[in-house]
Each structure stands twice: as C-alpha cells, then as structure tokens.
C-alpha cells in the first residue's frame, strides 16, 4: 500500500491521521492532464486545506466530529486556472507580456518574466536595448549568448530570467540541493506569549471557521494571493497591503482579489498606519523575496516580538537559504529551472504544466498551513511560522507524487469515486456584478459540510480601501 498525495500533505500540517477518514474524492479523467501528476498535486493541496479548515471550524463550534470534506477533481482543475475563466465586463485577461516567454539562446533556451514594467525595463536594460525593444530585438540579442550567462546578467540587474534545466540538472544545482533537504511545509513555534482568543462560533449560516481572524496580506501576483483569497473564503478578515509605487496588474487583483479588501502604505513613511494594523492582527502573509520586508521589521522573529501569538506565514519562490535564496522568481521561472519544462516539452521547445499548478497549489498549502497553526494555537496560544517554497513544491511534484493507480491506498486514507469525465467547467463558475464590473469566474474548490459555497464580497478596485480592520 502507498501513502496517498493527501495523506503526505496532512502529515506535512501535522494533522491527526485519523481525520483524513472523513474526505471524500471525486476523480475525475482528463483533469489537468499531463506527464507529472498534476491533478494528484492539486487534489491534496486543495483537500488538506478543506480538512485544515474543516477542523479549525469543528474547534470553535466545539463540535465533536470534524465536518467531512469532498473534493472533486472538476471543481479543483476549474480553480487552479482561476485566471483563464475570468471575465470582467465579458473581457479575458492578459496573463503574459510580450517580453514574458521562452527564448532560444547560442547554447539552449532560457525563460524570462517582464510582465511588471519594472522588470520589462531591468531585462531590456541587462540586455543593452532600448525602452521599445521588440520581440525581435529581444531574441536576436539572446539568440548570441549563453543561457546560464543570461541568467546571471539579468538577475545582476533586478530583472527575472532563468536558463532552461533538465531535472537532473536542477538537481545536481546547489539551490537544487538545498530545496530537495528541506520539508514540503516548514513549521515551527515563535514566542512563549498568549495570543487573543478566537471567539466561539455559533454555527448559524455557513461555517466559517477564519472568522474574526484579521490578516495582513502582504503579497503579490498568484500563490499568496490564492493563500489569502481562501482564507477571506472561510470569513477572515483580510486585509491586502501593497506599496503604492508598484500597482497590481488590475486583470490579476480582479482574479485573486475576492473576498478581501485592498489599501496602499508606504512602509517608509506611513509606519504608524501600518504599525496599528499590526497590532492587532493574528496573521501576517508575506510573498516578497526572502529579506525585502526585514528591513521594516517584518521578520518572524520581529514580528514576534511586537505582536505575541502572531501567525507568519512566509512564501518564496525558491526558499530562504541555498545560493538564490534572496533571487525574485515566478511559477513559469522555476517551472524552467527544476526541470519541469523539459519534462512537460518536446523536441521543439520546452513545455508548461496545463496549469500555474506551483502557484495554486503552493497557495492552498500556505493557507492550510495557516490554518493548521490557529488550530495549535487555540490549544496553547503561542504564535507560530510557517515557511513553503514554489520550488519544493516542484520537487514534491516530479519526485515525491504517484499517480492515480486505482490499487489500495494506506488504512485511513480518503476515500476516493472514480470513472467520471472532467466535462466542461461552466458549472463550477460563477457571474456576479461588482465595484470593477460585470464578473465571470471560478467558484472556490473547498467543499466541506456546512461550508461557505463562494466568497461574501467582490474584488474592489485595487488600493482604494481604508487602512484598517473591519
């Protein structure tokens, strides 16, 4: 017997074994389909977070029995290409720049990531070209040069590029390394403090089990936003922070944005704003590169001292140690370095994963994770850290996950239905009319009994909220 992708995950939270006999799975064929098991990632990134929750929520109604949970392959592959079902005002979104693609180079190919204007102006100005360089100037310049050389040039000048690996490359790389050492979901006590209790739930309309949690959002693009997107699903009050000078992509605020409200500080001189949001906070979500935020304080340990029982909650792209723990990065970056791209490709060029399955999946790990600690913390009120990595996700996923096999899985396991087709997605989506328009999106993928169905507000437009909890 093998141990199932949602055991591996439930273990990773440190939760009771004895609960995942209470999830129910729907599989469903041609559901994220590819080479690497991409439906049996997303199926127990989503399933843990449902269970995480689903626990916390039987905690404070003091229910005995934790409600059960499903998870249905449809809705979950729906979710994880959240950003392709969005309409606003009957509009798709753009996902990727012009500038944001594969590039052949004199030695092999290399992947970049310009969808930002500050990271389109670093690439052109690493590669000595000018503000309105083309698509062909861009692959003429690279067409010359070495991919690795590439790589390490654009990162010397703040921008965002990788050279294409092959997984045994990836693996043999000292960042490589250093990711494969580490657990999938790094957790661990911050102070001996008591932290402010969770009222009691009263179990009246849907069941919200982050209700009356305040969240400070400190992230950006997919994975964390996905992270904070689910919790204001479960009734958290949340709370996005950005930096005025680096505005959101509207199309990706209006896709990870439901839920949650959005307000802009600059952390240089609007400190006592964001110091009084602090305060009281329970958890703080951070998405920038490993180090960016310490500077103001925000460190776990820091944050530990100013707000006792605090919950931090750290993503990175490649984690915070090994050789590019301070390096920026992006699903479709470490897609192209761990090998993923060569796995997925063919002999014309590297390949993608049908999804962002790193950034989604890593998102409802980091919400499940947070999720975990409030239930850990309600027994004994100390604050908590918890740390995951797009890059361990990835080696999870080409090293650590067997596919669907249809033999026995280990005693206590979820359950599973099989042999029903994906279909279409209309029925997992949703319209509702909002602050920025006319909505077509994804409904969440968490399914447990009682829970909520869709999140109690719209996206709003990007900034415009006050400082402050609700």
């Not at 990065?329 to 063919?346: H, K, M």
């Not at 359950?415 to 077509?440: H, K, M, W």
Request: charged share 20%; hydrophobic share 45%.
């Amino acid at each position: 017997m093998t141990q199932s992708p949602m055991a591996a995950v439930w273990r990773e939270l440190g939760g009771d074994s004895a609960l995942l006999a209470g999830v129910s799975t729907v599989v469903r064929a041609g559901a994220l389909e590819a080479r690497l098991p991409v439906r049996e990632m997303a199926r127990a990134c989503v399933g843990g977070c449902a269970l995480a929750a689903a626990e916390l929520a039987a905690r404070r109604t003091g229910r005995a029995e934790v409600p059960r949970v499903k998870v249905d392959d449809g809705a979950v592959a729906t979710a994880f290409v959240s950003e392709r079902h969005l309409l606003v005002d009957g509009r798709a979104p753009v996902s990727f720049a012009p500038l944001s693609r594969f590039w052949r180079t004199a030695d092999g190919w290399v992947r970049t990531h310009a969808n930002y204007p500050h990271h389109r102006a670093r690439l052109q100005a690493a590669l000595d070209l000018a503000d309105d360089a083309t698509v062909r100037d861009v692959a003429a310049v690279l067409a010359e040069r070495p991919a690795r050389e590439v790589e390490e040039t654009v990162y010397a000048a703040g921008g965002l590029a990788v050279a294409l690996r092959t997984p045994a490359e990836w693996a043999s790389h000292a960042q490589g390394r250093a990711v494969a050492a580490r657990p999938l979901i790094e957790r661990g006590l911050l102070d001996c403090a008591h932290a402010r209790g969770l009222a009691p739930l009263d179990g009246g309309g849907p069941l919200l089990p982050a209700a009356g949690v305040r969240v400070l959002d400190l992230t950006r693009v997919i994975a964390g936003p996905v992270a904070t997107r689910t919790l204001a699903l479960l009734g958290a009050d949340v709370l996005r922070v950005d930096a005025p000078q680096l505005p959101e992509s509207a199309d990706a605020h209006a896709d990870t944005g439901f839920g949650k409200r959005s307000t802009t500080l600059d952390l240089t001189t609007d400190r006592r704003e964001f110091e009084e949001l602090l305060a009281t906070a329970d958890v703080v979500v951070t998405g920038y590169r490993p180090g960016a935020l310490d500077r103001f304080g925000l460190s776990p340990e820091a944050l530990a001292e100013r707000g006792p029982g605090l919950v931090v909650a750290q993503l990175s792209a490649w984690g915070a140690y090994g050789p590019w723990g301070g390096r920026r990065g992006f699903d479709s970056l470490v897609q192209a370095a761990t090998g993923i791209a060569v796995t997925e490709g063919a002999a014309e060029g590297p390949g993608a994963l049908p999804a962002q399955a790193l950034d989604h999946g890593t998102g409802y790990l980091l919400a499940a994770a947070v999720l975990r600690a409030l239930t850990e913390r309600s027994e004994d009120g100390r604050g908590r850290f918890v740390r995951l990595a797009l890059a361990r996700t990835a080696a999870w996923l080409t090293e650590g996950i067997a596919r669907d096999t249809g033999g026995p899985a280990e005693p206590g396991s979820e359950n599973q239905v099989t042999g029903l087709p994906y279909g279409s997605p209309d029925s997992r989506l949703s319209d509702r009319d909002g602050p920025i328009g006319r909505l077509r999106y994804a409904l969440p993928p968490l399914a447990f009994t009682d829970g909520p169905t869709d999140w109690s507000r719209p996206p709003g437009p990007w900034g415009t909220d006050a400082p402050g909890w609700l």
